[in-house]
Nanobody
Framework: QVQVVESGGGSVQAGGSLRLSCAVSGYTGSSYCVGWFRQAPGKEREAVASVVRDGSTSYATSVKGRFTASKDNAQKISYLQMNSLKVEDTGMYYC??????????????WGQGIQVTVSS
């Protein structure tokens, strides 16, 4: 059974950095795609970043230049390096593993979510 577990969240002051990790287990394939999402209180979940099979990345405009997503296919761990954090980056962050890379949310395996809090 595929499981996705995030780690690395926490609290930081504005301007600081955090690195989130996303470990996938129970999957024997050689590569997969990963999406990072976040949900702020009272707001809908939004896509933050993604990494596809060949390692290419894409980012939401709000985080471009500050966040870096990466993926280690061999270890089946993905990372979201978050620099120059802003108060508005606060929220619950989720990792989603897309084993087919067909970008259908119904195929995603979701992590439990991890809290990121940025204070001024």
């Amino acid at each position: 059974q595929v499981q996705v577990v995030e780690s690395g969240g926490g609290s930081v002051q504005a301007g600081g950095s955090l690195r989130l990790s996303c470990a996938v287990s129970g999957y024997t394939g050689s590569s997969y795609c990963v999406g990072w999402f976040r949900q702020a209180p009272g707001k809908e979940r939004e896509a933050v970043a993604s990494v596809v099979r060949d390692g290419s990345t894409s980012y939401a405009t709000s985080v471009k230049g500050r966040f870096t997503a990466s993926k280690d296919n061999a270890q089946k761990i993905s990372y979201l390096q978050m620099n120059s954090l802003k108060v508005e980056d606060t929220g619950m962050y989720y990792c989603a593993a897309d084993l087919t890379c067909r970008l259908r949310s119904s195929d995603f395996y979701w992590g439990q979510g991890i809290q990121v809090t940025v204070s001024s």
